[in-house]
């Protein structure tokens, strides 16, 4: 089982920054995929930003290219994600998610939700235009 804890989500302005934390437990760091993915108020989950389980490759959807930035700790086995230039379309629900241990090669970045099997409580991002 891997249990996944949340942070840093907020009301921002628009053009602002923020950043996210998720601390992953249960299993090593280097077992597990990390994602965000973000749920707007009537529409679906989608991916924001994965990172493979060696850290050394990512995927970012093209609606945050250039804006959100994730990355890993090994160490500490956390994920993170910073959000810059903040836009009142980005205001969702963010969530940590983590794939089933083992599930891929260390250089691969799961993208489609079902590859996930693990999922954080979610935290709230508001983007204030």
């Known amino acids: 089982q891997v249990q996944l804890v949340e942070s840093g989500g907020g009301l921002v302005q628009t053009g602002g920054s923020l950043r996210l934390s998720c601390a992953a437990s249960g299993r090593p760091s280097g077992d597990i995929a990390m994602a965000w993915f973000r749920q707007a108020p009537g529409k679906e989950r989608e991916l924001g930003a994965g990172i493979s389980r060696s850290g050394a490759t990512k995927d970012d959807a093209e609606s945050v290219k250039g804006r959100f930035t994730i990355s890993r700790d090994s160490a500490k086995n956390t994920a993170e994600l910073q959000m810059n230039s903040l836009k009142p379309e980005d205001t969702a629900v963010y969530y940590c998610?983590?794939?089933?241990?083992?599930?891929?090669?260390?250089?691969?970045?799961?993208?489609?939700?079902?590859?996930?099997?693990?999922w954080g409580q979610g935290t709230q991002v508001t983007v204030s235009s």
């Open positions: 998610a983590a794939s089933i241990p083992g599930y891929s090669n260390r250089f691969y970045t799961p993208t489609d939700i079902s590859e996930y099997g693990y």
